[in-house]
């Protein structure tokens, strides 16, 4: 586990009544998904593959929808590719084994999306009712996913369709807009949860330009005229009308974000990891008509060597993702390793050892591993977060943690790795304060995304 999902872990398995208080305070955007999360803990058991196990499953059916999407507009080739090459996209790999509601998010707009698709073919009251309670499930479990709604929009409206469609879709689009909205409203009261995210990284941006140079190509490349008019034209409605439904999707709800950053930063991939959708689906009908394009040129007896550099091809485009796709099977791939946190205190702390987080947000490394500082006493900690309705729960003020500190000899402190930014709160001052000038460090260990020290009075370790 690493934190976000320790977050997951220890809400889920709060009372019912104790996750709904929470969401007053904190968290309320995932509140949906804690409380499916909680009812699945019930039936499942409290285990990493109960945790995940929803994600793996939502983005299999993910990879499905991409390729009836891709099937119904354009081919089963596209639909076929789309699929696979969703499934191999780092970013889909890596959110497709996190306990978190995104890939879950992603699902529900795969579905949408194709809803959307078939509502356009065949408008009913049946069918937009059906996308836009698919959009509302989405924006529940996270209030970002109705980000694909002017994507949607933006679709239709490059489609040129009667303006019939363009109302059905527009009260779909309301009615949904309307059914977050407190959501939406709840969760801003609680935005300073956030106020970590930065500006993207200039390796962020390299990916957002990169992502959407390749689905820019893509889509020049499949709706590019065919040698042979007569059979472009036969397939060109169909990729026309994916090219119009994913380059959207794609650009959209991230340009969005990036937009909304320039007041709050609030971009972070896993909040438009539905994006990849659209990658995915652009990708599978580029090499369709690239498909398409090297049997016209080859002769009769050439098909079954086309093959054969279709499949080297897609060999090589998967062993060349071997490496990262093996990388993110590691607890390397996280921020932080909450497991092998929790097991360096085992191996430092005794009975008479208090433990401090720093900063007290870090607390949530110790509470999904509860039985490992078990005996430990948490020294700033005033209130626990269920009592708290918190994540963290709340700590004394300043000069009571300078007096509980001073009233143990060995402290087991966790902290982030060195580098990190120091929190100015005089709560977070007074804890290093003591530490510098009354202790000494007797033993410090380096786990990933954070460190574990073992402080002393000084001839005490």
């Known amino acids: 586990m690493w934190r976000d999902e320790s977050v997951t872990y220890q809400v889920a398995h709060r009372s019912l009544s104790e996750i709904w208080h929470l969401l007053g305070n904190a968290d309320a955007v995932h509140g949906l998904y804690y409380f ?16 995940r196990l929803p994600s793996v499953l939502a983005t299999s059916v993910s990879a499905f929808l991409v390729a009836s999407t891709g099937s119904r507009l354009v081919g089963p080739r596209t639909g076929l590719i789309g699929g696979l090459a969703f499934a191999l996209l780092p970013t889909v790999q890596m959110y497709a084994q996190e306990g978190r509601s995104y890939a879950m998010v992603c699902t529900l707009i795969a579905l949408s999306t194709f809803l959307l698709v078939g509502a356009v073919d065949n408008s009913s009251r049946r069918r937009w009712t059906a996308y836009a309670l698919t959009v509302v499930a989405a924006g529940w479990l996270h209030e970002f996913a109705v980000l694909a709604l002017p994507a949607h929009g933006l679709t239709l409206y490059l489609a040129r369709l009667p303006r019939a469609l363009m109302r059905s879709w527009a009260v779909a689009a309301g009615l949904s807009v309307a059914a977050v909205a407190p959501l939406a409203l709840r969760s801003t009261d609680q935005s300073g949860q956030v106020s970590w995210i930065g500006w993207p990284h200039p390796g962020e941006w390299l990916v957002i330009a990169a992502v959407t140079l390749v689905g820019v190509l893509c889509a020049g490349y499949a709706t590019k005229p065919a040698a042979e008019p007569a059979t472009d034209t036969r397939a060109r409605a169909g990729v026309l009308r994916l090219v119009r439904l994913t380059l959207p999707l794609l650009i959209t709800p991230t340009a969005t974000l990036l937009l909304a950053s320039l007041h709050d930063p609030m971009y972070l991939d896993r909040y438009v990891l ?23 040129t080859a002769r009769p007896a050439a098909s079954r060597s086309r093959a054969v550099v279709f499949g080297i091809a897609a060999a090589g485009a998967a062993a060349a993702l071997l490496p990262v796709t093996l990388q993110m099977r590691t607890p390397d791939s996280r921020k932080d390793n909450v497991t092998a946190i929790a097991a360096q205190v085992q191996t430092m702390a005794s009975d008479d050892t208090g433990v401090l987080f720093m900063p007290s947000r870090r607390r949530e490394w110790a509470l999904s591993h509860p039985d490992d500082f078990r005996g430990l006493t948490d020294l700033a900690l005033q209130r626990g977060p269920r009592a708290d309705n918190t994540l963290e729960g709340t700590e004394f003020s300043a000069d009571r943690i300078r007096v509980r500190l001073r009233a143990f000899d060995r402290i087991v402190a966790l902290t982030d790795p060195p580098g990190q930014p120091e929190d100015a709160f005089p709560e977070e001052a007074v804890k290093r304060d003591v530490l510098r000038q009354e202790f000494v460090v007797c033993r410090r260990v380096q786990a990933k995304g954070g460190q574990v020290t073992l402080y002393a009075r000084p001839g005490r370790c």
């Not at 499916?36 to 945790?51: E, Q, Y």
């Not at 990708?283 to 394009?293: N, S």
């Open 36 to 51: 499916f999360m909680h009812a699945l803990f019930a039936v499942g058991g409290d285990s990493l593959v109960t945790l």
């Open 274 to 296: 539905y994006s990849q959708l659209a990658l995915a689906l652009l990708i599978g009908v580029a090499v369709d008509r690239l498909w398409d394009a090297a049997g016209r």
